[in-house]
């Protein structure tokens, strides 16, 4: 399996790469996997309002090995993130994970001196490629993380980006 | 309902019986009793159609036990400094308590909540369990243990619920230190 | 009970459900003794979840725990919040003026209505039908406008302060209230024939996970979950406070403890709610909304307090000790889900584990509530 892969990285197929690229973008599988309350905010998401799936990101498998990106939504305790860290391993590659609101960032307000429950971040336990701050994000937030997910992963931005006025 | 209630609280020989300002303190009756009675208490409270609702405890470490002083200062009146001074002559009790707090109700419209207490040596907080007579009992004993590391006894399993498999910390107890 | 489950052989085994599976509703795992398809045996693990609640309270002062109360029950925050100034201000006797008290009752009840709405629809996805879910958050996402414009969030809402509220509604929110109750009402139907009389809802909840009201009593469990077997109990009418007593409404009571009829309770509740909110509209007098003698730095008198209201999931119960100083003693937070599931182990006992699994979604479960 590793040299198979290697082995693609040495003979370049570069618009063959740039078309898997653009197809992986335009289909994320996020995993079904709600800690708090974000989660409730990335099922509004999903649901008929915002409609995740203009953006091609509704198919939520439940199994991490059908999934491509992990959205860890919600506080990670530290019964918690073995389950956490079993799940992200278990997803096949090429895989990415969106931090969705302050919890999975840095504990959030979870945080104070002497706290023993939680881990204070998601980073801690796998590396991290998006991260949207909130608490929890608005659904708005989640659509504009996995926009920027796309663009790293393609390399260029679906929509333009809308300036503050 | 509450004169039959302290009738038969009576017969627990209980440390105290309190009839509570409800407005105030949002609780009718407050039974104080010791640890070999919580059980009693339980089963008459049970016979007469009561509810548990919540068990917990409280770490009253340096500090004299507060919640049924026959008189509830109101707030208006209050004197923070008298209540410091209270504290202050606390610390020099012989021994630190913990205690452990039983609140039962009642669901057929009679409005009549009891609040039972029980204070334990905080050296050695060990009070017999209720689980067997009310199952609802089995996991905030379970939760008491978790925080404050009280120990029921003849409760069929302590380990922990709410914190991770192998904790063995108590997190609510004062001198808790992560 | 099936004879099968009665009598387990040697041939059981340990079916391990969470703490990540979409039916347990977040970080909830529940350690299944089977026995083919039959519960012998479930025993919930808890704590993935577990944020420390009650030790936050000690750690800052009585204002500053409110953001937690948002975070403990995210669905129906407002009941937590209210709960938690509730008790706070009977232990300072503050008085909360009127205004404020009809609109706490509007906010709360928007909110169950929302909570009650995405229980549906999780709980209708449970069990396999996943359309009912886009309408009702259709329908939510209208509720979720309406407290965004008055408490500035969508979900953690933290919007009394103790003494009122942090600040009033505005025009736009009191009309968008009366054309959200009009558009329900006319929705409700619509549910009903589409999920309620639903031939494949009804044979998967018709006299499946039977709750008896003596068991509801041992557990301690209340809400919709005691309700449903047919104990008339609610702490708005119970133990009555804010202005719920000059409010018509009734408290939908049925008694056959299946889980059918916690759905029709809940269902019910939504329409109760629907009433509480149109009365309650009507008679919001003017005036202010925040007391003028709130202290800048609470201390309430040294002893013990509680206080209840009801929850949309049951009795959410508050107990705090002060010290007579500006930060709380101890928090002991009484949550309902917690009491409601402590009797999953023997009500699964001897059910399929799809049954088991309608069982649960019945019971309206919130992780981080039980978990605190």
Redesign the interface.
């Known amino acids: 399996m590793g040299k198979e892969s290697l082995q693609s990285a040495i003979i370049k197929f570069a618009p063959l790469d740039k078309l898997l690229d653009l197809g992986r973008a335009n289909s994320l599988w996020p995993m079904t996997f709600g800690l708090a309350c974000c989660a409730i905010e990335m099922m509004a998401t999903g649901a008929s309002r915002f409609d995740l799936a203009r953006f091609g990101a509704e198919v939520f498998r439940p199994s991490p090995r059908q999934c491509d990106v992990m959205i860890v939504a919600g506080t990670i305790s530290k019964k918690m993130a073995p389950a956490v860290q079993t799940l992200y391993d278990q997803m096949p590659e090429p895989k990415w994970v969106i931090a969705m609101g302050n919890c999975a960032i840095s504990g959030g307000p979870f945080v104070f001196e002497g706290q023993y429950g939680i881990v204070e971040g998601a980073d801690k336990l796998f590396p991290v490629d998006v991260f949207i701050p909130g608490c929890p994000p608005r659904p708005e937030a989640l659509i504009e993380g996995i926009l920027e997910l796309e663009e790293k992963v393609t390399g260029h931005r679906r929509w333009p980006r809308v300036e503050a006025v | 309902m509450l004169s039959e209630l302290k009738s038969e609280f009576a017969s627990l020989a209980p440390l105290a019986v309190i009839e509570t300002d409800y407005k105030v303190k949002g609780y009718h009756l407050d039974v104080e009793v010791g640890p070999d009675r919580v059980v009693d208490a339980a089963e008459l409270l049970d016979r007469l159609g009561f509810f548990l609702e919540a068990i917990t405890g409280v770490d009253w470490l340096g500090k004299n036990p507060v919640g049924n002083q026959p008189d509830p200062v109101s707030v208006n009146e209050q004197d923070p400094e008298a209540a410091e001074a209270e504290g202050e002559a606390g610390s020099d009790a012989p021994a630190d308590k913990m205690e452990v707090v039983y609140d039962y109700n009642r669901t057929d419209g009679v409005l009549c909540r009891v609040v039972v207490r029980c204070r334990l040596d905080r050296a050695k907080p060990e009070l017999p369990t209720v689980s067997r007579l009310i199952p609802g009992a089995d996991w905030h004993e379970r939760e008491t243990h978790d925080f404050f590391g009280i120990i029921f006894t003849g409760h069929h399993d302590l380990s922990p619920l709410l914190l991770p498999e192998d904790a063995d910390f108590h997190p609510l107890r004062k001198d808790f230190k992560a | 009970m099936n004879d099968l489950a009665r009598s387990p052989n040697q041939e059981t085994f340990v079916l391990n459900l969470g ?4 039916a347990t ?3 909830l795992r529940v350690k299944l003794t089977m026995d083919g398809e039959y519960i012998v045996d479930a025993e919930p693990v ?7 609640h ?3 309270g ?3 002062t009585w204002v500053q725990f409110m ?2 109360t948002a ?1 403990l029950d ?2 129906g925050a407002l009941s937590y919040n209210h709960g938690y100034v509730k ?1 706070v201000e ?4 503050l008085e909360v003026p009127e205004r404020a008290e009809y609109l706490r009752v509007i906010t709360v009840e928007l909110n169950r209505i929302a909570s009650h709405l ?1 229980w549906f ?2 709980f209708v996805l449970d069990l396999g039908g996943f359309t009912p ?3 009702a ?2 329908d ?2 209208h509720i979720l406008d309406l407290l965004e414009s008055v408490t500035g969030s ?3 809402f933290c919007y009394y302060r103790f003494g009122g509220l942090c600040n009033d509604v505005d025009d736009d929110f009191l009309t968008g209230t009366r054309a959200f109750i009009k558009r329900l009402r006319k929705r409700l139907p619509d549910y009903h024939n589409l999920v309620t009389k639903n031939i494949i809802l009804i044979n998967r909840l018709k006299d499946v996970g039977v709750l008896s009201a003596e068991m509801c ?6 809400g919709p979950v ?1 309700r449903g077997s047919g ?3 609610d702490v708005r009418k ?2 009555p406070y804010s202005v719920y007593p000059e409010l018509d409404f009734e408290v939908p009571v049925y008694s056959e403890g299946d889980s059918m009829a916690r759905y029709m309770v809940r269902m019910d509740e939504i329409d109760q709610c629907l009433r509480i909110v149109e009365q309650a509209l009507d008679k919001l007098p003017e005036g202010p909304v925040m007391a003028e003698k709130v202290p800048k730095i609470l ?10 209201v009801e929850a949309a999931r049951g ?1 959410f ?1 508050i ?1 705090i ?5 500006n930060i709380p ?2 928090m ?1 937070l ?1 949550s309902p889900t ?2 409601n599931l ?2 999953y182990g ?1 009500a699964s006992r001897g059910l399929l584990l799809p049954d088991a699994l309608a069982l649960m979604g019945s019971l309206d479960l919130v ?2 509530e039980i ?2």
């Open positions: 703490p990540q599976h979409p509703h977040g970080v808890l704590g993935y979840v577990h944020r420390m009650e030790k936050m000690e750690n800052r953001p937690n975070r995210y669905l008790v009977q232990a300072m006797g995405l629809g999780a879910l886009l309408y958050f259709d939510r996402e969508r979900l953690t009593r041992k557990y301690g469990a209340t005691l104990v008339d109990y119970n133990e201390k309430p008198a040294a002893g013990d307090y509680y206080g209840a009795t119960g107990r000790v002060s010290d007579g100083t003693y101890r002991k009484r917690f009491s402590s009797l023997e992780i981080p978990d605190r």
